[in-house]
């Protein structure tokens, strides 16, 4: 039987033929820039807003930092649906409230607000992570293209304040290159996948609407694998029932031709034959046959 199991889910190196991996390295490398952002945006409103607090100019500056909160989470929403492989409903809790004091009320009131917040913050560490994934990268391509690309010099950092470099000036040197490069790129994919898992969780639990229902497409795909896997191997057991009962019921059917057949015997042999009923019909009696000839 042929295994329809996708290269994907191959143990270790299956991350490369994996979409997912490329998405959620994609989501790391715009997520640093972004989490930079953040953090520079609230770090100022908050300091800003709470020097400024006994005036009317601080606690705009805190109000201001908390629409934008919500307009970053609205940004994170989007990109975690559209490389993390959610489906986020948009919260719908902000309450109907009339006058400026009301409207800005209700921002404060909405659980939203402060559930985008949380994620924010904790998105910040999560791409702090992702720079891990995303340096091992940088290093393992150059060391798996060597053979193509000798002689080159590939930098690791510094130590004591000099550059550690590899100068690669030969064929041997390229190609005992290659293995590590390699398994850098294994082990850069596999982080992206744990940072990528750990802000698919968060974005479900932070930034879903309550009213809304969260689906995790990735999820659904790997139900969809794993019922059709197991739908084809129902349907090779029902096939296998099926020969199994035509087989059953081709051997009684041979044997009750088998038993016709030899009915059919028994009766052929049980009839009288009437060939010998016509020979003994046709045969005379000796004497019968001189009181003929005497009467002539």
Known sequence: MVSLRPLASLPVVGVLADGRTYRHLLYLLIAMPIAFVHSGVFSFGVVFGLVFAPV??????????????????GVERWLADALLGT????????????????????????????????FLMAKF???????????????????????????LVVQFGEVDGEPATWAIDALPEALAAVPLGVAAVLVACHLANVAGYAARRMAVALLGGSTGVEVDRDDEDERVTVDRERDVA????????????????????????GDDD???????????DSGAFEFDADRR????????????
């Open 285 to 296: 009696d000796p004497d019968d046959a001189d009181d003929s000839t005497d009467r002539n």
């Open 87 to 118: 489906d986020l409903a948009k919260p719908d809790d902000l309450a109907d409230a009339d006058g400026a004091l009301g409207g800005a009320r209700k921002y404060v009131d909405a659980a939203s607000t402060w559930r985008g917040l949380g």
């Open 234 to 257: 129902s349907g090779e057991d029902g096939d296998r029932a099926i020969e199994s009962d035509r087989a059953d019921g081709d051997a009684e059917s041979d044997r009750e031709t």
């Open 56 to 73: 009317l100019v601080g606690l705009a500056a805190l109000f201001a930092t908390l629409v934008a909160a919500r307009l970053f989470a």
């Open 125 to 151: 560490w999560v791409s702090l992570f992702g720079i891990v994934p995303l340096l091992l990268l940088s290093r393992g391509i150059p060391l798996v293209t060597a053979p193509l690309r000798y002689p």
């Open 262 to 272: 030899r009915e059919t015997d028994a009766d052929r042999a049980e009839r009288p």
